[in-house]
């Protein structure tokens, strides 16, 4: 997930440079000293310019709490490398000067699907009633994938030799081709429609991935790319620890790599017929501000390349976060503040909010948050009114937006997948018959 503030205010430092070399310039081999005196009192009347004309410059910005208008921007050199531009994380401070705030308690993911449905069928009257599809899979999938995994639970066997870590695998591997066996059985009663030909291999991909991970997590140290990894995090903890310590062994450093994990979650979509699409940079100028945005993973209706005009473009369903498990905190509450950090929160919203331009049921965009294996769905709900007083730098603003949250779920255990099926279900209809239409010529 990339997500930064690129601010363009002036920085006072760079000034100072510039008078520095013209004084060289002028003077060349004068006093030292005398130099110093002159350049401490160009850079005294510099900055107190610099600031006068700060002040003038009032930022679009709104806080929430004091109600005086504040610019939470970072400087950058205007200098001879003025191309090196200096970017700060957008924080959750941000969101809330623009008047888009997270809902205090998590939302029962029931009532968000609700919503979100409502939404699309506002904009798309004449999508189908997908609900016997959606039953039959989502049946389906609860009594045939029972597959539950905690990571935990393998991560403590990491220290034992390896004859007992291959028993305990065995057990995982016994599980995972009950279910395929499973699987196959239900298949044979399926019609071969659309959504018949791909459930089984579907099945199959991601119990095998799952399989994959965990042996990964067991057998870190033979995993090349989870050894580069934790190489560089040593390496790094290495030059900025300020006291002396024992480092953890390799094996308790390594973790599967964040790539292992997203296509994981790749394979978790296409069992509810979800496609990725390609992943697209989103740029956007709010005040004084750039905004970038790449999230890590994009689901979209498909483009009707075949009919003129913009408006055939795709438009973005789902888009997929990546959090590090360092990011987490110790749950405490059901405040998403108690299991990630203001920074993590920041992008999340800013992404959400980069995407509305794009989203199927703009101005509101859907994503979800996954942290490994655990996913949590987030919705900004918002009005036109208030994206366009944003970008217009409309204050004080009249309207806000607000994002939706539920609990966590982990796509590796089996209540919590029959939990997400209904909804993960709908999605995937949806895009397929968008798809579907997108090459009907009559």
């Known amino acids: 997930m990339e997500s930064c503030v690129k601010p363009e205010s002036r920085n006072i430092v760079g000034t100072c440079r510039r008078k520095r070399k013209l004084k060289d310039e002028e003077q060349g081999e004068s006093s030292s ?38 610019s939470t921007s970072t400087t950058e050199e205007d200098n001879e490398d003025s191309d090196k531009s200096y970017s700060s994380k957008w924080q959750c401070v941000d969101l809330e000067n ?3 705030f997270y809902c205090d308690e998590p939302q029962p993911l029931e ?12 904009k798309y009257p004449d999508t189908p009633d997908f609900g016997e599809t959606v039953r039959k899979f989502t049946k389906l999938t609860k009594e045939n994938l029972l597959v539950s995994l905690d ?29 395929i066996e499973k699987a196959k059985e239900a298949d044979r009663d399926l019609d071969r429609d659309l959504f018949g030909r791909k459930w089984l291999s579907a ?16 057998y870190p140290h033979e995993d090349e790319e989870s050894i580069k990894e934790a190489k560089e ?39 509810f017929f979800l496609d990725d699409s390609e992943v697209d940079k989103r740029t956007f100028v709010a005040g004084n501000k750039i905004v970038n945005s790449t999230p890590d993973l994009a689901y979209c209706t498909s483009a009707r390349v075949l009919e003129p005009g913009t408006e055939s473009l795709q438009k973005t369903m789902l888009i997929v976060f990546e959090v590090k498990v360092k990011q987490t905190k110790i749950v405490t509450s059901n405040h ?11 992008q999340v919203g800013s992404e959400l909010f980069a995407e509305v331009f794009y989203s199927f049921v703009a101005p509101n965009s859907l994503g979800i948050m996954c942290m490994e294996t655990k996913l949590i769905f987030v919705y900004l709900k918002t009005e036109e009114e208030h994206i366009i007083s944003i970008l217009d730098c409309k204050i004080p603003f009249k309207t806000e937006g607000k994002i939706h949250f539920t609990k966590p779920f982990d796509m590796l255990k089996a209540e919590d997948r029959a939990e997400v099926s209904e909804f993960l279900y709908w999605l995937g209809c949806f895009q397929n018959e968008h798809r579907q239409n997108t090459f009907r010529t009559t």
């Open 203 to 218: 099945v199959e991909m991601f119990l095998l991935k799952t399989a994959l991970l965990v042996k990964r997590i067991l």
């Open 336 to 346: 998403l503040e108690e299991l990630v950090d203001s920074g993590v929160l920041g």
């Open 111 to 122: 009532e968000l699907m609700k919503t979100v449905k409502e939404d699309v069928l506002k």
């Open 98 to 100: 623009i008047n888009i």
């Open 33 to 70: 000293m005398a130099e110093s005196s002159s350049m401490d009192e160009e850079c005294e009347i510099t900055g107190t310019q610099s600031k006068e004309d700060s002040t003038k410059r009032k930022s679009f910005l709104r806080s929430s709490l004091s109600k005086e208008w504040v």
């Open 233 to 271: 995090v040593i390496h790094v903890k290495r030059k900025t620890r300020k006291k002396p310590g024992k480092d953890k062994k390799l094996y308790e450093r390594c973790e599967p790599a964040e790539t292992l994990y997203q296509k994981l979650f790749v394979t978790f979509g296409q069992l």
């Open 151 to 179: 990571l935990d639970y393998y991560r403590k066997y990491r220290p034992q030799p390896k004859s007992g870590k291959v028993w305990i695998e065995n057990f995982l591997l016994m599980d995972i081709k009950s279910n």
